[in-house]
C-alpha cells in the first residue's frame, strides 16, 4: 500500500466519510477498535475550542458507557490513582540527569566532574530502571537497547509521518538496520 504525506491542508479535511482504516500504533498497546474511536473523535464537536481536547473526550467516553471510547478509561478511581501515581514516579525516574560527579585527584583531593548522561533506562525486556552505564556496558542489554531506540524512532516517524518537511528524517529511519 503506498503512503502519502499529507499536508496541513489536506489532514484537515479528514472525516469520518474519507478514512477508510484506522490503527492505533502498535508499540502504544491500545485495545479497542481504533476506527469506532476514530468515530467518536469525528463526533465530539470540538471545532470550537481549536480541535480534539482530551476533558471533552473524556467528558463524552464518562457519559456514553456504551462508546468505545469509555471501555479505554480505568474508571475505578482507586486503581486509576495508582496507574497516575505509578506514570509520575516513571517520568521522575525516567526525567532524572546526573550532572556532576565528584571524583578523586591522585592527590586524593575531590574535583567535581561534569557529565550530563541518563542514569536510568528502561529496556523494553525488563520490569524496572537498569543504570544506563550497565547497559551500555553488557553486550546483550545494549543491543536490547538499540531494538528499543528504533522500536522508538518508528513510532515518532508514525505519529509525525504527516509532516512533509521530514521526509529526509522518514527515508533514514528507514534505511537503518536495527
Known amino acids: 500500500m503506498e503512503q502519502k504525506l499529507f499536508t496541513i491542508n489536506e489532514l484537515g479535511k479528514l472525516s469520518s466519510n474519507n478514512v477508510v482504516e484506522c490503527k492505533f500504533v502498535e508499540a502504544s498497546r491500545i485495545n479497542l477498535d481504533a476506527n469506532k474511536v476514530f468515530k467518536e473523535l469525528v463526533k465530539i464537536d470540538m471545532s470550537s475550542v481549536g480541535g480534539i481536547q482530551p476533558e471533552y473526550v473524556w467528558e463524552y467516553a464518562k457519559y456514553h458507557t456504551d462508546s468505545e471510547l469509555h471501555k479505554g478509561v480505568d474508571w475505578d478511581i482507586n486503581s486509576a490513582a495508582k496507574k497516575y501515581q505509578l506514570q509520575q514516579i516513571h517520568q521522575i525516574i525516567y526525567n532524572l540527569r546526573v550532572v556532576k560527579v565528584r571524583a578523586l585527584n591522585s592527590d586524593d583531593t575531590s574535583m567535581c566532574i561534569k557529565v550530563n548522561f541518563q542514569p536510568y533506562?528502561?529496556?523494553?525486556?525488563?520490569?524496572?530502571?537498569?543504570?544506563?552505564?550497565?547497559?551500555?556496558?553488557?553486550?546483550?542489554?545494549?543491543?536490547?537497547?538499540?531494538?528499543?531506540?528504533?522500536?522508538?524512532?518508528?513510532?515518532?516517524?508514525?505519529?509525525?509521518?504527516g509532516i512533509v518537511e521530514l521526509k529526509e528524517v522518514f527515508e533514514a529511519i528507514d534505511k537503518l538496520q536495527i
Do not use: C
Not at 525488563?126 to 545494549?142: A, H, L, N, P, Q
Open 121 to 161: 533506562t528502561h529496556l523494553s525486556t525488563s520490569k524496572g530502571y537498569d543504570s544506563t552505564f550497565r547497559i551500555v556496558s553488557d553486550v546483550e542489554k545494549y543491543e536490547q537497547l538499540k531494538r528499543d531506540a528504533y522500536r522508538d524512532l518508528l513510532h515518532w516517524q508514525q505519529k509525525y509521518l
